[in-house]
């Protein structure tokens, strides 16, 4: 497949006035209005479309990253759009940057419904995968039945259902997750699940969802930008090896894993997709890959350092 065909979109940036992305804020509207907003994720859909990608991500606590999406889709009507967006967590920063809590996380048959309704009066029949957002191995929904047979109704609809997932136990909960069934039906048939040179650690566990049909999405594969503004000194040798970035190494890192159906792309400008995009071009060889291995930290370790960066 084009390797341009394998990237997608995530909006998680650009639906709410903070993130905890580093290096993105001079690249974000100086006021972050809600129609500024608008307007940089309508840039960013429309420069990205024409380059040829395809998917786009979106989650209920992404503030208005459905609105947002949804009048793009309207206004501009594109062919082959596949539309994902998750659902779980519910935003509540009211478009505030310095909120003191931006999001509430619920895996409940309530929330679900809910949340579900309000995906589809946003996005209408554009959704093609919707996911549970952030599944751990904590969660109730491994227990609760009624939710899950909720769940595998969407399939009636022409809806996949997938999962998201985070923390340093990634591994766990995809194999937990792929277990699921109703109905004598595997539950799931997507799953998206953080994977970068710094943590790498969910590669195993996303190579065996692959092989089992799951179409596997990598989300934070620039480490929340820090691959792209503190990268490790492998990374800027092979930045400089070839020409381009240290954000397009690591997306090229991502794209070499032959199990990444999708590889997610969180700019927030058109000069930001445009150095993203530059990782298509990118050839990693052998060497190349082990080098890039390098950095890879504990797993605990990285998810530390995330839970410390600000909300900005």
């Known amino acids: 497949m084009d390797a341009i065909r394998r990237l997608g979109v995530g909006l998680a940036a650009l639906g709410r006035p903070a993130y905890i992305n580093v290096g993105s804020a001079g ?5 972050r209005s809600v129609e500024a907003m608008r307007e940089a994720t309508w840039s960013v859909l429309d420069a990205a479309y024409a380059a040829g990608v395809r998917w786009v991500d979106a989650a209920r606590s992404y503030g208005r ?9 309207a206004a501009r009507a594109p062919e082959g759009i596949r539309v994902s967006s998750k659902w779980g967590y519910a935003y509540v920063g009211e478009w505030r940057a310095d909120a003191e809590v931006h999001e509430v996380k619920e895996h409940s048959l309530g929330r679900f419904r ?27 929904l491994f227990r609760d039945v009624p939710l899950q047979e909720a769940l595998a109704q969407l399939t009636a609809e022409g809806v996949r259902v997938g999962f998201s997932t985070s923390g340093p136990r990634q591994a766990d909960t995809i194999r937990r997750a792929m277990g699921l069934e109703v109905a004598g039906q595997r539950l799931f048939s997507t799953v998206q699940s953080t994977w970068n040179i710094l943590e790498p650690s969910a590669g ?3 190579r065996e969802a692959d092989d089992a049909g799951l179409h596997v999405l990598l989300k934070e594969v620039l480490a929340n930008g ?6 490790p000194m492998e990374v800027e040798n092979l930045a400089s090896k070839h020409d381009v970035g240290p954000d397009a190494v690591a997306l090229a890192a991502a794209l070499s894993n032959p199990w990444a159906g999708t590889v997610l792309i969180g700019a927030v400008s058109t000069a930001q997709l445009q150095t993203n995009l530059a990782a298509t071009d990118v050839l990693l060889d052998e060497g190349d890959l082990e080098d890039l291995a390098r950095p ?9 350092e995330r839970s410390a960066l600000s909300w900005t």
Do not use: C, D, I, K
């Open 204 to 206: 195993e566990a996303l």
């Open 226 to 231: 820090r691959l792209a503004v503190r990268p």
């Open 114 to 140: 809910t949340q579900y309704e309000e995906t589809r009066s946003l996005l209408g029949g554009h959704l093609a995968v919707y996911q549970v957002h952030s599944l751990t191995e904590e969660s109730p």
């Open 65 to 73: 990253a459905e609105e947002f999406l949804g009048g793009w889709l």
């Open 296 to 304: 890879a930290v504990p797993a605990e370790r990285y998810w530390a």
């Open 27 to 31: 690249e974000l509207p100086a006021g």
